[in-house]
């Protein structure tokens, strides 16, 4: 297991931390795929579906941005979009087939989410509970 949930991880929002709990899931199906040796028709789907997956997720914390008005969502949406530009510039480079999966990719995957969780996500979390999000 490369990532694991615990409840240091917690935003203290069900939803949100039930699509962070998801999320590392997915990081951690990609990583035993890639280590047991799947076909890359199966990476790249588990990747699509990650990519997939990860856009929707953002989406739901946006919108509760975008709800509350939090102050410090321009800086937040950020990560996010440069997040999805670099993972969507390996995608494109796994699928024609110029780069591979590797321990590398696998640690920026995990690295991101877990700093991203820990030092903007949770952030949010008494703003959100404030609003009465729980
Ligand atoms: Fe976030």
Not at 37 to 52: A, F, H
Not at 78 to 97: A, C, N, P, R, T
């Amino acid at each position: 297991m490369l990532i694991n949930w615990t409840p240091v991880l917690s935003v203290n929002i069900e939803q949100i931390d039930g699509e962070h709990k998801k999320l590392v899931d997915m990081i951690n199906g990609l990583n035993d795929a890639m280590k047991t040796g799947k076909s890359k028709e199966r990476l790249g789907w588990l990747l699509n579906e990650l990519v997939g997956y990860a856009g929707v997720h953002f989406g739901t914390e946006e919108k509760l941005m975008d709800r509350h008005a939090y102050p410090s969502a321009v800086l937040h949406k950020l990560e996010h979009k440069k997040f999805v530009g670099q993972v969507g510039e390996f995608k494109k480079l796994f699928d024609s087939g110029k780069a591979m999966l590797s321990m590398e990719v696998m640690s920026f995957l995990s690295d991101w989410l877990k700093n991203h969780i820990m030092k903007t996500d949770k952030q949010y979390g008494p703003f959100f509970n404030g609003k009465g999000v729980k």
